[in-house]
């Protein structure tokens, strides 16, 4: 079975302060992909990176940065210089091809708070 | 972009009422989903669905859901005899496959907020 862990409810921070969103996961499959997914008060799931779980190669778009460290099942998101628009619940998925079947499995999610 | 379109946006009902929930995929997805979000909780799978029939269903799509597509272009989600706990956003979303590659991943649409007194 998949399952992800967020184990960081809510977090707050300042803007302009760096923040770093947790997210580890479970699966028995070899091949699968981990995915972020930012929820804003508006309600929509606005997707943000995906990965596969052969591309252990960090990746940085903008302000946003991910770490993926299969070695401890970790898939973590950071932002730099956080800014208000960032407040948001993030989600972590995974999605996997066996056992989790044909699914993307979602964390609890992570509430991030920017205040001025 | 192509987006997932879904309505109504809100929609309030009657315990024990019949809701259809509507969504409009983007259109050369093949992989049809959806999913639940009880409010502050996580987004959970409900049904995926490929070539007119369901390919998976978690326990929660019991006897009283059901989806459907119609026609070419939607795909709906009813709820047979609404009961308080299904009060919930309801997300649809789509994929071009549910494979490898670029292609599993799900574009999902704004939400269908179901709230049953």
């Known amino acids: 079975a998949q399952k992800v862990t967020q184990a960081q409810t809510e977090i707050s921070v300042v803007e302009k302060e760096d923040v770093t969103l947790d997210c580890v996961y479970e699966t028995r499959d070899t091949t699968y992909y981990l995915f972020w997914y930012k929820q804003p008060p508006s309600g929509e799931l606005v997707f943000l990176i995906r990965?596969?779980?052969?591309?252990?190669q960090n990746e940085i778009s903008g302000r946003y940065s991910w770490n993926f460290q299969k070695s401890t099942s970790s898939f973590n998101f950071t932002i730099t210089a956080s800014q208000v628009v960032d407040s948001a619940v993030y989600f972590c998925?995974?999605?996997?091809?066996?056992?989790?079947?044909?699914?993307?499995?979602f964390g609890t999610g992570t509430q991030l708070k920017v205040e001025l | 972009e192509p987006e997932v379109t879904q309505t109504p946006s809100h929609q309030v009902t009657q315990m024990g009422q019949e809701v259809i929930l509507r969504c409009v995929p983007i259109s050369n997805h093949l992989y049809f989903y959806w999913y639940r979000q009880i409010l502050g909780q996580k987004v959970e799978f409900l049904v995926s669905?490929?070539?007119?029939?369901?390919?998976?269903k978690s326990e929660i799509f019991d006897d009283q859901f059901s989806v459907e597509r119609p026609d070419g272009s939607n795909f709906t989600l009813k709820i047979r005899s609404t009961k308080l706990e299904d009060s919930a956003m309801y997300f649809c979303a789509s994929s071009p496959t549910s494979g490898g590659g670029g292609a599993n991943v799900l574009t999902f649409g704004a939400g269908s907020r179901l709230t049953v007194l």
């Open positions: 990965r596969n779980s052969f591309d252990e």
């Open positions: 669905f490929y070539n007119n029939e369901i390919s998976e």
């Open positions: 998925a995974l999605f996997a091809f066996t056992g989790g079947g044909n699914k993307l499995t």
